[in-house]
Structure formats: C-alpha cells, structure tokens
C-alpha cells in the first residue's frame, strides 16, 4: 500500500485498517502489531495506536495488556446471537423507517434493490451482498433514531468478516430479492408491519446452517495465516543469523584504546 499522508493521519490508517479487517485480509484472532504497521504505512505509531482505539470502541478489534490488539473474533453461537439481534434491529428500523420514508428515500430503495438484481445477475455475490447491507443501511437511516444506528452499525462492523458470502448462499440470492421487493412496496404502502412480517423467517435458519460453515471456512484461512507468519519470522530469524555470522567482530571499545588511554580509564577518581 502506498504511504499514507499526514493530513487526517488517524482517520485515514483507521480507514485503511477497518477496510483490510472488513475484507478479511486481517482475519478474526489476527494480531496487529504496532511496529509492523507503523513500517508498512510509513507513520508513527502514535496514530497506529489511536485508530487501534477507535476500532476497538466500535468493536472490530479487542486490546488486552500482554497481546495487544487483535481482530475480533466470534464464536458459532456469538455468531448466532449477533445474528438475531441484527434482525430485531432491522425490523425496529423498519418500523420506526416506514411513516418517515419519502419519495426520494423510496426511489434511493429501488436502486439499491436493482443493483441487487443486477448483480445476483452477474453473479457477484459480493456486491450483491454489500447493495442488500445498504438497503438495510438507508431503513436505518430514515429511523432517525441516532442510538439505533449507532448500535446498528457497530453490530454489523463485528459482523462484517463473517458477512462472506459461500456456496451455500448462492440459491437464496433469488429469494432474498423477492422478499426485499415485498418489503419495499409494503413500505410504499406506508404499512410498517407488512414490511417486517414479509421479512423472511428462514433467514434465521439458514444462518444457522452457514455459520458453522463460514466460521470453520474462516478458521481455516487464519491457521494458513498464522502458519504463513511463523515461517516468515523463522526466514527472518535465520536470516539474521547468517547476517551476524557474516558481520566482523567489533573488539570491546577499551580494547581498542591506546595503553595510555586504558591506563587512564583504570585510575582511580580523585577525591573532590
């Protein structure tokens, strides 16, 4: 990556760091080391420090005192729950959304749900699942309840290494669409409960069915991880050794003194 500028230093590492832990390029249980960051993105460690504190606060990395920061990381059932409190979330936002929307908030819905079609189309399943998060995403926004995203969105950023799409996803992409389209014109209709009961009850379930499979999957690309960092601290570590076997020997600094000046350096210190 190139070096990042010094305007609005900790804001943008904090973006670079929040977008490489979203994108799964630092997976959950990853450490993030101060030193090495710093090195790679040519800052100090002062701003590395304060985005590892921002992250923390929004839930994307844990800091304790011997490790230091590391990706968060969730178990099948912390998974399951965080899943379940999304979707009371979502369905409050729906609620509280529907009498707010207006018509430009509903024409901004229907891109987003074409986009969604246009993708499942295509077969890019990230962007399809990023168009569905931000479909969501604008509900939330039109709830005006500031305590509501900010909750909202700090779950969904723990979520969010764990929101990859896999193969058992792919025949739901159909059913995810037709359920959003009932929800948009239940929204039209100005009927908040229509549009939370057309919300699909299976989705719960087949979280259930993939978390076991995302998590081990994700598991997996961090054991690769891990074992790819300790092979290169061992390169590492050999290749300082053969440098320090290759470096000459420095003699001790009194060693390479004159007699004069080793005399010197062994009398005794006068008495004041």
Known sequence: MARLDNLTLRERVHDHLKREILANRYAPGSELLEVPLSEELGV???PIREALRSLESEGLVEITPRRGA?????????FLEAYQ???????LGVRLAVPRLTERALDSLDERLDQMTEFAAAGDLDA??????????????????RKLIEV???????????????ARLRG?????????????????ARDAEAA????????????????GFVLTEMRSGDRLHRSWRRGRRRRRGRAGLRRA????????????????????????RQGR
């Not at 076997?245 to 080793?262: I, Q, T, V």
């Open 44 to 46: 100090s460690r002062g």
């Open 70 to 78: 590391v990706v968060t990381s969730l178990s099948k059932r912390e």
């Open 85 to 91: 409190v999304r979707e009371a979330l979502e369905a």
């Open 128 to 145: 399809f699942f990023e168009a569905n998060a931000g479909f969501h995403e604008a509900f939330m926004e039109a709830s005006e309840n």
């Open 152 to 166: 909202y969105r700090r779950l969904m950023a723990q979520m969010g290494p764990y929101r990859r799409p896999s």
């Open 172 to 188: 739901n992409v159909e059913r995810s669409i037709a359920e959003h389209r009932e929800i948009l014109v239940a929204a039209r």
């Open 196 to 211: 939370v009961v057309r919300r699909d009850p299976s989705l719960l379930d087949t979280a259930i069915r993939t978390a």
């Open 245 to 268: 076997a290759a470096r000459p020997r420095r003699r001790r600094g009194h060693e390479r003194r004159s007699g004069a000046d080793r005399g010197r350096l062994q009398q005794p």
